[in-house]
């Protein structure tokens, strides 16, 4: 049976966190690196956070928002630390409500598996 999925997209930690603030999500997905504020006609959307998905994590922790994710990246590193040492902290932040990462890439398919994955994982939950 085919389930439809409702998806919302935030452009900047602060939608982001705010979105996950007014409404409850089965899944947030991640992107790391995003801007702090929306870009819009009258703004840059500010500085460009390299760590962005985990800054969004922590903001929701403050929060105590109970939610689940995972990250999507197509970057290895961040900072100058890997994305397997960044999903560790997220891990230890989130526990089993952090799924972990999927390596993004144009060159390859593979990475939707680990997505669909997560997603299924999710909707058995939820059922």
Do not use: H
């Not at 089965?26 to 801007?35: G, Q, S, Y």
Request: with cysteine; glycine share 8%.
């Amino acid at each position: 049976m085919n389930k439809m999925i409702d998806v919302s997209t935030a452009r900047s930690v602060e939608s982001g966190v705010q979105a996950a603030v007014d409404d409850q999500y089965d899944l947030i997905l991640l992107d790391m690196t995003i801007p702090n504020f929306d870009i819009t006609e009258k703004s840059d959307g500010g500085k460009s956070y390299k760590n962005g998905g985990e800054i969004i994590v922590k903001e929701l922790l403050d929060e105590e928002v109970e939610f689940r994710c995972a990250v999507i990246t197509q970057y290895e590193t961040f900072n100058n630390e890997t994305i397997d040492q960044i999903s560790a902290r997220i891990g230890k932040l989130c526990g089993e409500n952090y799924l972990g990462y999927v390596k993004y890439s144009t060159n390859t398919e593979s990475w939707r598996q680990g997505l669909k994955e997560y997603i299924e994982y999710v909707e058995n939950l939820t059922d």
